[in-house]
């Protein structure tokens, strides 16, 4: 069953990042750029809730971000330089070193399926968040609060027991649904890596490679959110609320918190997918 060291995997992630700050801060200045004007576009266009709408404006910035993820991999692989914005950022001089790229796939190959693969991810999730607002909100507007409170009280008064089990029984199911799927948000990482995503799908066909998966990711966001959340209540009443201070303030804390997360994140699942497949814990 294939598994890896999640701790060790999100410490190496934070220590990647804040050792090569320099050169990503550099080469994150344009997709930070688009990205603050897409979220900008997005306030006052008044689609924050309107998440299909929402989707269409931030594409330019998904695009962006996914060239962006694509070459940090391969720079925390193989040290290869990162494109953005239409040129070779010159990579700074290292003491490591590090192994080419010895895959059967070319580098055009990795690099352009997982750009794909990624931009393709975001759009399927922000569908299914849209459909799923949608019918929430359908749902709220269509079953007034007396129809719900007395369906509820109904449903109580016909069958307590079995209406939980029931209850439990969807909840367990979706959490089981959920954890087995995440692995699919992280299937741009083999294919930039050079490895074949039935190949990497069947070494962690197991449900622990998700629950190891979800680790990492939590112990590279959970950190990170606190101390922007802190940073944020220092600035709180700098603006009115609801000015263009304050939207623009919000624009640019949500833009760099969630390319730094997104970042180490990348980075310690890469380095874990790395212990994967060299077979370490595979068993296999």
Known sequence: MASFDFIDASARGYSFVWQERGYLARVAVPVLFVKIACLLAVFVLGLQEQYARQGLVLLPAYIVEAVFVVGLIRYALYREAIFIWGKMVLVPPSDKEYEPYQGRLSRKQCVQGGIVMYILLMVVVLGITAVVQD???????????????????AMQEEGRGLSSFIN??????????????????????????????????????????????IATSLLCLLPLMVFFMMGAQMFAGAFAEGSAGDILFQVILQSVMALIITCVQVVAMTYGFVEILSNKNSGE
């Open 135 to 153: 019918n929430a909100n359908l749902m709220a507007a269509n079953v007034p609060s007396e129809t719900m409170s007395s369906s509820v009280s």
């Open 168 to 213: 439990a029984a969807v909840i367990f199911a979706m959490l089981a649904a959920f954890t087995w799927l995440f692995r699919l948000l992280w299937l741009y990482i083999p294919i930039v890596m050079g490895c074949s995503p039935r190949v990497f799908l069947h070494r962690i066909s197991g449900m622990q490679s998700s629950v190891f998966m």
